[in-house]
Protein backbone atom coordinates (compact mmCIF):
# COMPACT_ATOMS: atom_id res chain seq x y z
CA UNK A 1 0.00 0.00 0.00
CA UNK A 2 2.54 2.21 0.51
CA UNK A 3 4.71 1.89 -2.03
CA UNK A 4 1.37 2.99 -4.54
CA UNK A 5 1.34 5.88 -2.48
CA UNK A 6 4.70 6.84 -3.08
CA UNK A 7 4.07 6.44 -6.88
CA UNK A 8 0.81 8.67 -7.32
CA UNK A 9 2.82 10.96 -5.36
CA UNK A 10 5.61 10.70 -7.56
CA UNK A 11 3.00 11.25 -10.60
CA UNK A 12 1.51 14.07 -9.02
CA UNK A 13 5.04 16.05 -8.66
CA UNK A 14 5.84 14.66 -12.32
CA UNK A 15 2.85 16.61 -13.49
CA UNK A 16 2.64 19.67 -11.65
CA UNK A 17 6.68 19.75 -12.84
CA UNK A 18 5.12 19.96 -16.61
CA UNK A 19 2.62 22.65 -15.90
CA UNK A 20 5.18 24.83 -14.51
CA UNK A 21 7.51 24.07 -17.04
CA UNK A 22 4.32 24.50 -19.64
CA UNK A 23 3.71 27.92 -17.58
CA UNK A 24 6.97 29.34 -17.93
CA UNK A 25 7.38 28.89 -21.44
CA UNK A 26 4.53 29.87 -22.50
CA UNK A 27 4.53 33.18 -20.68
CA UNK A 28 8.33 33.48 -21.71
CA UNK A 29 7.52 34.03 -25.61
CA UNK A 30 7.78 37.19 -26.41
CA UNK A 31 4.64 39.20 -27.12
CA UNK A 32 4.08 41.42 -30.40
CA UNK A 33 4.26 45.26 -29.70
CA UNK A 34 4.51 47.62 -32.53
CA UNK A 35 3.65 50.98 -33.34
CA UNK A 36 0.62 51.74 -35.30
CA UNK A 37 -1.15 54.62 -37.16
CA UNK A 38 -4.82 53.85 -37.13
CA UNK A 39 -7.18 55.75 -39.20
CA UNK A 40 -9.23 56.13 -35.39
CA UNK A 41 -12.05 54.16 -33.26
CA UNK A 42 -15.73 54.76 -33.16
CA UNK A 43 -16.60 52.58 -30.59
CA UNK A 44 -20.68 52.88 -29.65
CA UNK A 45 -20.93 51.78 -26.04
CA UNK A 46 -22.25 52.93 -22.41
CA UNK A 47 -19.70 54.01 -20.01
CA UNK A 48 -19.22 52.12 -16.75
CA UNK A 49 -17.54 54.14 -13.59
CA UNK A 50 -17.17 51.97 -10.17
CA UNK A 51 -15.67 48.80 -8.73
CA UNK A 52 -14.11 46.46 -11.48
CA UNK A 53 -16.07 42.98 -9.74
CA UNK A 54 -19.50 44.89 -10.61
CA UNK A 55 -21.56 42.66 -12.34
CA UNK A 56 -22.71 45.89 -14.57
CA UNK A 57 -19.42 45.97 -15.77
CA UNK A 58 -19.78 42.21 -16.82
CA UNK A 59 -23.02 42.96 -18.51
CA UNK A 60 -21.90 45.74 -20.73
CA UNK A 61 -18.78 43.34 -21.97
CA UNK A 62 -21.27 40.50 -22.27
CA UNK A 63 -23.88 42.86 -24.00
CA UNK A 64 -20.62 44.67 -26.61
CA UNK A 65 -19.27 40.79 -27.22
CA UNK A 66 -23.46 39.66 -28.05
CA UNK A 67 -23.69 42.79 -30.53
CA UNK A 68 -19.95 42.12 -32.30
CA UNK A 69 -21.05 38.56 -32.52
CA UNK A 70 -24.35 39.53 -34.55
CA UNK A 71 -23.32 42.24 -36.64
CA UNK A 72 -19.65 40.96 -37.70
CA UNK A 73 -18.52 43.81 -35.51
CA UNK A 74 -15.28 44.15 -32.94
CA UNK A 75 -16.00 44.12 -29.31
CA UNK A 76 -14.23 46.95 -27.76
CA UNK A 77 -13.48 48.78 -24.39
CA UNK A 78 -11.37 51.76 -23.74
CA UNK A 79 -10.14 52.08 -20.36
CA UNK A 80 -9.46 55.37 -18.68
CA UNK A 81 -6.88 54.55 -15.94
CA UNK A 82 -5.61 51.41 -14.27
CA UNK A 83 -7.46 49.20 -11.63
CA UNK A 84 -4.60 48.10 -9.90
CA UNK A 85 -3.45 51.61 -9.00
CA UNK A 86 -6.85 52.54 -7.84
CA UNK A 87 -8.06 50.10 -5.41
CA UNK A 88 -10.21 48.38 -8.03
CA UNK A 89 -12.03 51.40 -8.68
CA UNK A 90 -12.20 51.52 -12.88
CA UNK A 91 -13.67 54.08 -15.42
CA UNK A 92 -14.65 52.32 -18.81
CA UNK A 93 -16.53 52.76 -22.18
CA UNK A 94 -17.25 49.39 -23.24
CA UNK A 95 -19.08 48.96 -26.71
CA UNK A 96 -18.80 47.57 -30.17
CA UNK A 97 -16.23 49.65 -33.23
CA UNK A 98 -18.83 50.67 -35.73
CA UNK A 99 -19.24 53.32 -37.84
CA UNK A 100 -21.07 56.49 -36.56
CA UNK A 101 -24.05 56.08 -39.24
CA UNK A 102 -24.87 52.64 -37.66
CA UNK A 103 -26.03 53.38 -34.58
CA UNK A 104 -27.55 50.36 -32.41
CA UNK A 105 -29.84 51.82 -29.97
CA UNK A 106 -28.49 49.55 -27.56
CA UNK A 107 -25.93 51.68 -26.60
CA UNK A 108 -26.30 54.84 -24.67
CA UNK A 109 -23.16 57.21 -26.31
CA UNK A 110 -20.45 57.18 -28.74
CA UNK A 111 -16.80 57.65 -28.52
CA UNK A 112 -14.41 58.43 -31.03
CA UNK A 113 -10.84 58.66 -31.20
CA UNK A 114 -8.79 60.42 -33.56
CA UNK A 115 -6.17 59.05 -35.88
CA UNK A 116 -2.82 58.78 -34.60
CA UNK A 117 0.00 57.01 -33.93
CA UNK A 118 -0.42 54.23 -31.08
CA UNK A 119 1.17 51.45 -29.29
CA UNK A 120 -0.08 47.84 -30.60
CA UNK A 121 0.20 44.88 -28.78
CA UNK A 122 -1.02 41.39 -29.76
CA UNK A 123 -2.79 39.15 -26.96
CA UNK A 124 -3.12 35.64 -28.28
CA UNK A 125 -4.56 33.03 -26.48
CA UNK A 126 -1.41 32.20 -24.29
CA UNK A 127 -1.96 35.77 -21.99
CA UNK A 128 -5.24 35.86 -21.79
CA UNK A 129 -5.06 34.11 -18.10
CA UNK A 130 -2.23 36.91 -17.56
CA UNK A 131 -3.47 40.42 -19.61
CA UNK A 132 -1.39 42.95 -17.14
CA UNK A 133 1.62 41.33 -18.73
CA UNK A 134 0.85 43.26 -22.08
CA UNK A 135 0.45 47.09 -20.54
CA UNK A 136 3.89 46.30 -18.43
CA UNK A 137 5.82 45.23 -21.93
CA UNK A 138 4.11 47.95 -23.41
CA UNK A 139 5.49 50.51 -20.86
CA UNK A 140 8.73 48.91 -21.25
CA UNK A 141 8.44 49.31 -25.07
CA UNK A 142 7.53 52.76 -24.91
CA UNK A 143 10.34 53.46 -22.05
CA UNK A 144 13.20 51.78 -24.18
CA UNK A 145 12.15 53.97 -27.06
CA UNK A 146 11.73 57.43 -25.46
CA UNK A 147 7.99 56.84 -26.32
CA UNK A 148 5.72 59.21 -24.34
CA UNK A 149 2.38 56.98 -24.14
CA UNK A 150 -1.34 58.71 -23.38
CA UNK A 151 -3.55 57.96 -20.42
CA UNK A 152 -5.84 55.73 -21.59
CA UNK A 153 -5.83 52.01 -23.37
CA UNK A 154 -7.91 50.72 -26.05
CA UNK A 155 -8.65 46.75 -25.79
CA UNK A 156 -10.06 45.23 -29.45
CA UNK A 157 -11.59 41.92 -28.82
CA UNK A 158 -11.27 39.89 -31.83
CA UNK A 159 -12.33 36.56 -30.36
CA UNK A 160 -11.88 33.53 -27.43
CA UNK A 161 -7.82 33.78 -28.62
CA UNK A 162 -6.98 36.86 -30.17
CA UNK A 163 -6.82 40.75 -28.57
CA UNK A 164 -5.30 43.81 -29.75
CA UNK A 165 -4.12 46.73 -26.83
CA UNK A 166 -3.43 50.35 -28.23
CA UNK A 167 -2.44 53.11 -26.01
CA UNK A 168 -1.87 56.66 -27.65
CA UNK A 169 1.25 57.89 -28.19
CA UNK A 170 1.48 61.75 -27.38
CA UNK A 171 3.00 63.83 -29.94
CA UNK A 172 5.99 65.84 -28.59
Do not use: C
Amino acid sequence: MRVSNKFILIGIAVILAFVAIYQYLKTSTPLEIEIKNTNGFVVQGNYFEGDWKDDQIKKNHLLADSIAKQKGLISTAIYYNDPNEDDGFIKAFIGVNAPKDELNPVFEEIRIIEKGSFLSGKISNDYFSIPQRIYLEMEDFAKDKSIEIGEFSIEQYFSDTLMYVYIPIVSK
